[in-house]
């Protein structure tokens, strides 16, 4: 079991920027790729950026494409996210979570989930 925290929310105005960690601990990190989910009040869990086990592959949903960067320091046993141009839409909680299967894309492909960061955007 991989244990994650994620830290770096906040609130921030539109077209500012957020940096988002989760840190984890437990398994070796690196045997795992990793996501960044966002929940917004009365939507589904949304995969917003998925990253191989050793960052050789990334990928995002439309909707933060060449806004967010998604990376991860297998030897601090980190992934970041750094979000950019953010917008109201953008305002969510957002989690971590460890890949159970490599190209993982939904909920139930992912295990240990983090408890979550608050970001909110003001217009």
């Known amino acids: 079991q991989v244990q994650l925290v994620e830290s770096g929310g906040g609130l921030v105005q539109a077209g500012g920027s957020l940096r988002l960690s989760c840190a984890a601990s437990?398994?070796?990190?690196?045997?795992?790729?990793m996501g960044w989910f966002r929940q917004a009040p009365g939507k589904e869990r949304e995969l917003v950026a998925y990253?191989?086990?050793?960052?050789?592959?990334?990928s995002y949903a439309d909707s933060v494409k060449g806004r967010f960067t998604i990376s991860r320091d297998n030897a601090k046993n980190t992934v970041n996210l750094q979000m950019n141009l953010l917008k109201s839409e953008d305002t969510a909680t957002y989690y971590c979570?460890?890949?159970?299967?490599?190209?993982?894309?939904?909920?139930?492909?992912?295990?240990?989930w983090g408890q979550g960061t608050q970001v909110t955007v003001s217009s």
């Open positions: 979570a460890v890949a159970n299967k490599s190209g993982a894309r939904s909920t139930t492909d992912f295990g240990s």
């Open positions: 437990g398994r070796t990190f690196s045997n795992y790729a």
């Open positions: 990253i191989s086990r050793y960052g050789l592959t990334t």
